[in-house]
């Protein structure tokens, strides 16, 4: 496996030859490159300080590792909250089919990592993705994730102990020995992979179940949640929508915004507030990557936890949003979304209990080249398959949502008043 620093350097030079073979210009170029340095340069430092302190961790984890169970390592290599809670259902439901296990985490970011984590049975710790190669020997197992799951390391001697997790070890390496030319290719051969499964009847959610060969155990579990953000906001008990219009802030593009982004969700909110005047819009979002609707009557960008903003889509009316992490936030937690897709597919990404909207023109274009969230690949001003997503059928989406909901909320309070109401009738 190449060394994560090889790796990353390796994926800037492919970056710049797609800006450059999709036409961008020096200035647009050299704008990117400004950028993926500053954004990575935090994860270079973190690299060489882990490296220096390598041996302890080794020494750490031996030192902890339990006698009675398997610790897998799981090398999340997108890394983002989405690609993170997929694994997490793959790892809760590993442990349910395998027998007790147990599992750290090698990833960049730690803390949205371990708030995603934490409630999974068997989580003991993140560490630095630089000592992924270093530490997965350590493992009964070792894999690592993107499409797929690849067995990196392994222990011989531990699987003997695990067959039913030594059986899931051969079916992945099996997997990857099937699909060695898509997997050789990746992250270029993503759209493959996720085309293949919906032929193979899996979404996103429960692809690396169908290769691992287990059951899936649904799209929920605990997340840590701050509900106190809406006493502080005024919006407990309050009807309101969220509202998200970003991507995620690992991926470095050369312009303002990329192909994912809704250009015209600021015309669906206004004809939303026009049918519902009294709703309440509330914007999440990480500053550097959320495009700002001047329609949202709050705008939190960049004021909230992930906790925190969970606890505002949970406590919220209706999530709107493109294909992003808080989607997969709003499907762990049972929030009603409607979600806009473009680049990628619905097909593949969307939740069932979601309301999913498939772009009128084109679409479906993600990892089809290096450049695919910096421009459209067909070479339009914008991303035409975004912009074809018409705002008065995103608001008419919206407003069946609401309504059903506000129906099922009456006959709820029917229901209540019904029952008092009886017990009051009933004779004593």
Not at 268 to 290: C, D, F, H, M, Y
Request: aromatic share 8%; charged share 20%.
């Amino acid at each position: 496996m190449a060394s994560l620093d090889g790796g990353r350097l390796r994926r800037l030079s492919e970056r710049i030859a797609g800006l450059n073979a999709s036409g961008a210009s020096p200035l647009e170029t050299g704008r990117f490159v400004a950028r993926y340095v500053w954004t990575k340069l935090p994860l270079l430092w973190q690299g060489a300080t882990t490296k220096l302190k390598s041996g302890r961790v080794r020494s750490s984890i031996k030192a902890q590792l339990p006698t009675d169970k398997p610790v897998i390592l799981v090398h999340t290599l997108g890394g983002g909250i989405g690609d993170n809670i997929v694994i997490a259902r793959f790892l809760r439901d590993l442990g349910a089919a395998c027998g007790p296990l147990e599992f750290d985490v090698a990833c960049n970011s730690a803390g949205a990592a371990r708030w995603v984590f934490e409630s999974i049975p068997g989580f003991r710790e993140c560490h630095s993705s630089f000592l992924f190669r270093e530490i997965a020997p350590l493992y009964a197992l070792a894999i690592r994730v993107t499409q797929v799951a690849e067995v990196c390391a392994y222990d011989e001697r531990q699987l003997a102990l695990h067959p039913k997790l030594a059986g899931v070890c051969r079916r992945l390496e099996a997997f990857v020995a099937d699909n060695a030319g898509l997997v050789a290719e990746l992250p270029c051969s993503s759209g493959d992979f996720g085309r293949r499964a919906v032929y193979a009847n899996q979404t996103r959610s429960s692809y690396l179940h169908y290769q691992a060969g287990i059951a899936h155990g649904g799209e929920g579990f605990d997340l840590r949640l701050d509900g106190s953000v809406l006493g502080r906001l005024g919006l407990a008990g309050k009807d309101y929508v969220t509202a998200h219009n970003g991507f995620d802030a690992a991926f470095v593009v050369s312009g303002q915004t990329s192909t994912k982004t809704y250009p015209r969700f600021d015309e669906a909110l206004a004809l939303l507030k026009a049918q519902r005047p009294n709703l309440t819009i509330v914007q999440l979002g990480t500053p550097e990557t959320s495009v700002l609707l001047e329609a949202a009557d709050i705008s939190l960008v960049g004021k909230t936890s992930l906790a925190e903003a969970a606890a505002l889509i949970g406590g919220s009316r209706l999530h709107l949003d493109v294909d992003s992490g808080l989607a997969h936030i709003a499907s762990v937690i049972g929030a009603r979304a409607l979600v806009l897709f473009g680049p990628s597919d619905a097909d593949y990404f969307g939740y069932s209990q979601n309301r999913n909207l498939s772009p009128a023109f084109c679409g479906g274009c993600w990892w089809i080249n290096e450049s695919w969230m910096d421009r459209c690949p067909r070479g339009f001003a914008e991303a035409r398959c975004m912009t074809s997503h018409q705002p008065s059928d995103v608001v008419r989406e919206a407003m069946a949502i609401l309504d059903s909901r506000a129906a099922q909320s009456a006959r709820s309070v029917s229901r209540v008043t019904s029952s008092a109401d009886a017990q009051l009738a009933a004779p004593t």
